[in-house]
Nanobody
Framework: QVQLEESGGGLVQAGGSLRLSCVAS????????MGWYRQAPGKQREFVAD???????????AYADSVKGRFTISADNVKNTVHLQMNSLKPEDTAVYYC?????????????WGQGTQVTVSS
């Protein structure tokens, strides 16, 4: 089993910054993608950013339009860790942020979610 543990959430004023981290542990095997999703009260969970962590396109990133230019995702493949640097935070960024990992291979893929970490941005 693979477990994901997030850290780094908190309360910050608009315009401020936070850095989220997520560590994968357990019987990891190969992780192909690590990323972040978020869910605000009364809304569906939405994609924030992800990064390819294996193969020839390792390091390729993707972002939601709403966070492009403000958030940066990075990964440390040795430590099975992914970070999300969030700058110029806005009140609408307030949500529970979930770490996500996709691993395995075509014949036996797996997906894991963390428990989530609260990010609150005050105006």
């Amino acid at each position: 089993q693979v477990q994901l543990e997030e850290s780094g959430g908190g309360l910050v004023q608009a315009g401020g910054s936070l850095r989220l981290s997520c560590v994968a542990s357990g019987s990891i095997g190969r992780i192909n993608i690590m990323g972040w999703y978020r869910q605000a009260p009364g809304k569906q969970r939405e994609f924030v950013a992800d990064i390819i962590t294996s193969g020839q396109i390792r390091g390729v990133t993707a972002y939601a339009d709403s966070v492009k230019g403000r958030f940066t995702i990075s990964a440390d493949n040795v430590k099975n860790t992914v970070h999300l640097q969030m700058n110029s935070l806005k009140p609408e960024d307030t949500a529970v942020y979930y770490c996500n990992a996709v691993g395995g291979n075509i014949g036996s893929p797996w997906v894991r979610w963390g428990q989530g970490t609260q990010v609150t941005v005050s105006s």
